[in-house]
């Protein structure tokens, strides 16, 4: 009896399971009792595509900082009160004559602080994170950004200098109790940031680069440290804090790192040292590129063929059909950018060739020889997006253009200037070992005491291998240039007759460039600064420099724009301009 029914149940077994496979309903199942609990163990996969919201683990878990989920603005004469408020008036003012003096609300509108948090270490433990933006006097690339443990209770503001930019009388309107040797987590932005879905790294170009950035192209999420952000025209990439500040990071290829980089050509002709004789595109005048130029939709890859490979396993390529001339991007012509661009390299190189050391050791090439000498190569970085590098024999050696400086002390002075910088191609009055010694007016006429003569304002010429970094900036389309010289140099506070001075020099030179755009920026003072420092004797209370780098180029960028405005002229004041351009220019 108990086999049979045995039979019976396993029968049973078998004929239930297979209803229940042919999807056919059995009267006789159960609804289980017990629910089935779905498997949360596991986290869902990161999706770095995707921005992340809320403050990233780096600046949040792992800080030494409790972020607020948005900066909280503070009024300026609220936080700044008292004998604070006296400190920053009688800095800020000294120099200014009694009737020019300005009163506090002109000193506070240049001055924005912000609380973005609270400092959970024991260095200054519970104290607000204060960050202060201060206008640039004049044009710049980075903005003043100082950080600061504030005591509202005292109404007390200690700076943290490891995390401030570098302060002066033109970027710090006043003096103030520093710390520079607390160190917090959370503050500083990582060195270097992993490429998703490659074994490629971001590393940090510069620090602090933008407060507040608008109008960025999200481009992938870290899981630490948060969104990475781009634009068109540059490779860089940025990297937003929680406390508004922005870092510039970018691939490094490691072309012209210590060790060196061969290429294998597919022809087989004789391996080539990329980093000996290869150089990044952009640059001119002590004018460097943190990130190479890299596009994302004027470069196709039809426009390229393969040509060799690094020693560090990435392919190298050249263009396939270079053209002695093209237009580009005009409707109908059939050329391409590539080819537009390739066209105006050679361009480039012809009209340098005279003055530029390398090209002369050998004869100057037809277009023939050149295209043939592999002047230009070309790469594509871990985003998909063409950059390329130029043969340094090839590149255009620009100059320092014309800087002009003009002297207006409030009485006759006698003033010495010194120019540091690599070497002098020109000046006028001829430069002396110790600088230039004169009898300034105060109308800017100046008495050069080692030639005896008059003249309106110092010339000087010169080169400089590197030094500062162009990271905003305007594309104007060519019939516009003028418009934009006039707007663009009383923004930036020069007078009529020295904005007449910039134009008469600049915009024929710009014009002979044929390109249907240019990219301009204007270096300031503090990154002019960085190329060519000025020694001044007495020292002025008011220097305002502006330097002008263009680009002609086929396509329009859209890189950050800049925000121009003028320095305040108080007392004894000097003002300089100049310029330079990617592209060869006929000086005087």
Request: proline fraction near 6%; charge should be negative; charged fraction near 20%.
């Amino acid at each position: 009896m108990k086999n049979n029914w045995l039979k019976k149940g396993i029968a049973a077994s078998l004929s239930l399971f297979i209803l229940a496979g042919c999807n056919i309903a059995n009267p006789f199942a159960q609804t289980p009792t017990t629910p089935v609990i779905p498997d949360t163990t596991k986290p869902a996969a990161f999706d770095s595509t995707k921005a992340l919201t809320g403050i990233a683990p780096y600046y949040s878990a792992n800080s030494d900082i409790e972020y607020y989920p948005t900066a909280k603005p503070l009024l300026t004469d609220t936080l700044i009160t008292g004998t604070l408020r006296e400190n920053i008036l009688t800095s800020y003012t000294s120099g200014w004559s009694p009737t020019e003096t300005p009163k506090w609300t002109d000193v506070s509108g240049v001055m924005h602080f912000y609380e973005v948090g609270t400092i959970k270490a024991q260095t200054y433990k519970n104290r607000k994170l204060v960050i202060l933006n201060v206008d640039c006097e004049g044009p710049c690339f980075e903005p003043y950004l100082y950080r600061f443990a504030y005591d509202p209770t005292k109404n007390e503001l200690v700076m943290l200098t490891k995390y401030s930019s570098e302060a002066n009388n033109s970027t710090m309107p006043f003096t103030y109790t520093a710390d520079n040797t607390v160190f917090y987590k959370g503050i500083a932005p990582p060195q270097t940031i992993k490429i998703p879905n490659s074994d490629k790294t971001l590393s940090l170009q510069v620090e602090d680069n933008a407060f507040n950035p608008t109008n960025e192209n999200f481009m992938f999420a870290d899981q630490e440290v948060g969104n990475l952000y781009g634009g068109t025209g540059t490779s860089c990439l940025s990297l937003h804090s929680p406390d508004g500040s922005t870092s510039l990071y970018g691939y490094n290829p490691n072309f012209f790192k210590s060790e060196t980089v061969m290429i294998t050509w597919s022809d087989n002709s004789p391996q080539t040292n990329l980093s000996d004789n290869y150089d990044y595109v952009a640059g001119a005048c002590g004018i460097i590129a943190n990130c190479y130029t890299a596009s994302a939709t004027e470069m196709k890859d039809s426009d390229f063929q393969k040509a060799g490979v690094t020693s560090t396993g990435m392919d190298i390529y050249t263009l396939k059909n270079p053209l002695e001339e093209a237009s580009g991007v005009v409707e109908g012509d059939g050329t391409t950018m590539a080819q537009a661009i390739f066209a105006s390299s050679y361009q480039g190189y012809k009209a340098t060739y005279e003055w530029n050391e390398l090209a002369k050791k050998k004869p100057m090439m037809t277009f023939k020889e050149f295209a043939a000498s592999k002047p230009i190569l070309y790469w594509k970085d871990p985003f998909n997006r063409w950059a390329s590098v130029i043969r340094l024999d090839v590149k255009p050696a620009a100059e320092c253009g014309k800087p002009v400086i003009y002297l207006y002390p409030e009485k006759t002075t006698d003033v010495n200037v010194q120019v540091l910088i690599d070497k002098f191609t020109k000046t006028i009055p001829a430069y002396e070992s110790n600088g230039w010694t004169v009898k300034a007016d105060p109308d800017g006429t100046l008495l050069n005491y080692a030639d005896g003569k008059t003249y309106p304002y110092l010339f000087w010429e010169g080169q400089k291998k590197g030094g500062s970094t162009v990271t905003k900036g305007f594309t104007v389309a060519r019939a516009d240039v003028e418009t934009f010289l006039d707007e663009s140099l009383n923004k930036l506070g020069l007078t009529t007759s020295e904005a007449k001075d910039f134009k008469d020099f600049w915009l024929s030179r710009m014009l002979e460039n044929t390109e249907p755009y240019f990219f301009i920026s204007f270096l300031g003072t503090s990154e002019f600064n960085k190329i060519a420092p000025l020694k001044i004797s007495p020292a002025p209370q008011s220097l305002l420099r502006v330097f002008m780098y263009y680009n002609p180029t086929f396509s329009a960028s859209k890189m950050a724009p800049q925000e121009l405005t003028s320095v305040a002229r108080k007392g004894f004041t000097v003002v300089e301009w100049g310029g330079t351009s990617s592209k060869p220019w006929q000086a005087e």
